[in-house]
């Protein structure tokens, strides 16, 4: 048999077939994600998923966050564990550090008429007061948030207002390597299908008179 016919008959079958699996899935997956904006193609509007299905995924993501891995009551509870006093007497001595330390950098002769241990009574003094007031304040904060905060909307706000392009950027880094196996197994496929055909048209060739 001539080379060109066995090409004809049993390579380009395969060839092709092989050719059409790996584009194919290469295709299906790049409109996952492209393009970004719609176009219009011999009349059929053209997007792809992600960016298409922006406010439903934002929808259905929010409300599953919301419902099964971050409840609102969880982060209540969270609130209700911190320990108010501790963190604002933190808060005034980090500021007290920061702030009196510039005003003493400025204006030297403070510290003659005002001794280290005396500033540190008054840091410390400041320090009760306001870790004493935020324990008060506290409960109201927390049933103040309890009744403005809407979990599901914050986060289906933040997800319409991501940028689909650095999204789908995100996207193709963490799934470069799968996406590329994707269309590996389409070329896979299609070859064997490719080798089916070239079966196919062996044995009918074959048979011929």
Known sequence: MPFPQIFTLLLLPILLAGLHGWFTNWLAVKLLLKPVNPINILGFK???LLPRRQTD???RISEAISREFLKEEDIMGFLKKVD????????ILDKWEEKVGEVLASMPFISMFVSADKLARI???VADIFSTEAEKYTELLVQ?????ID???TIRRNILAF??????????????????E??????VLGVFIGMIQAAVNWIYFRGAP
């Open 144 to 148: 103040s948030l309890e009744s403005k």
């Open 84 to 91: 108010p006093a501790k963190a604002m007497r933190q808060l």
């Open 123 to 125: 840091r410390d003094k």
């Open 182 to 187: 994707i269309a590996l197994v389409g070329l």
């Open 46 to 48: 053209i997007q792809g």
């Open 163 to 180: 940028d689909v392009q650095r999204l789908n950027k995100i996207i193709e880094e963490i799934g470069y390597k799968e996406f590329n």
């Open 151 to 153: 979990l599901r909307d």
């Open 57 to 59: 995924l934002a929808e």
